[in-house]
Nanobody, 121 residues
């Protein structure tokens, strides 16, 4: 699976951004999908995950109530809507695909290239 993330950018604290990740190469609906992020000097962390059919969803505590993960299997795309952004949300965001179907994704099989989100105070 090839994953192409997009939608990052610079936003003020309190603002919103929507990330997209387009998949190609294999049957998208066979994979659970997730979003991870890595801030400067920190380890990569799981932010959100969504099951193959979109029913099951996982959110890290830092994302609950502010971020929404969704997917459109007809468009082979997973999304991350981020609201009420904080400076500590600044990171490179990566989408990932997991063939096991479990969420949150622990050891994804495929990674996208990352998109930078910068939240200014």
């Amino acid at each position: 699976v090839q994953l192409q993330a997009s939608g990052g950018g610079l936003v003020q604290a309190g603002g919103s951004l929507s990330l997209s990740c387009a998949a190609s190469g294999r049957t998208f609906s066979n994979y659970a999908m997730g979003w991870f992020r890595q801030a400067p000097g920190k380890e990569r962390e799981s932010v959100a995950g969504i099951s193959r059919n979109g029913v099951g969803r996982y959110y890290a505590d830092s994302a609950k109530g502010r971020f929404t993960i969704s997917r459109d299997n007809a468009k082979n795309t997973v999304y991350l809507q981020m609201n009420s952004l904080k400076p500590e949300d600044t990171a490179v965001y990566y989408c990932a695909a997991g063939s096991s179907g479990a969420i949150p994704l622990v050891r994804p099989d495929y990674w996208g290239q990352g998109t930078l989100v910068t939240v200014s105070s």
